[in-house]
């Protein structure tokens, strides 16, 4: 087995800024430099800072459509099977009747709908991580409160240590942090 590098060690490096237009430039900076494995922390939310980003992430919406039409499907079925499972012949009605089914297929439509949103979206979030390197970097508390953070990760392809640290530093941050660990391999 190959004996990780360095870089390989570290999570990604981490600047830090005063203020939110600071962030957002240093963002757009970082996209231009050619970096695309890049995040954003900030106490609040920040307008434009996911379209430079380059967020545009559009699976949650489409599994809540899946998860919907599942839901619809089966609740529709459910009905339909049961009365032809059971049928209860009472002046000569049908056993599929479409209008008395949509109140079961409308709820299980917004149960299906609603269940593979929020799955999806925990599991495209790698949710739920209990633990984050970025919360043994102390500085990173202040993310909550009154800094503004940009995190570029080790697997872009264009990191290296040196010289993304050296990138950081020209976006004039308060401070520029490793994440993950600080000593060589042997």
Known sequence: MREPTAAQRVFGLMAEFNRPERLIEAVRRTRQAGFERVDAHSPFPIEGLAEELGFHDQRVPWFTLLGGIVGAGLGYWMQVYTNHAFPIDIGNRPLVAPPAFMLITFELLVLGAVLFSIVSMLGFNHL??????????????????????LVVLSNDPRFDLRQTRAFLHSLDPVRVDQIGQTEEPE
């Open 128 to 149: 739920p991580r209990l633990n984050h390197p970025l919360f043994d970097v102390d500085s990173f508390r202040l993310a909550s409160t009154d800094k503004f953070f």
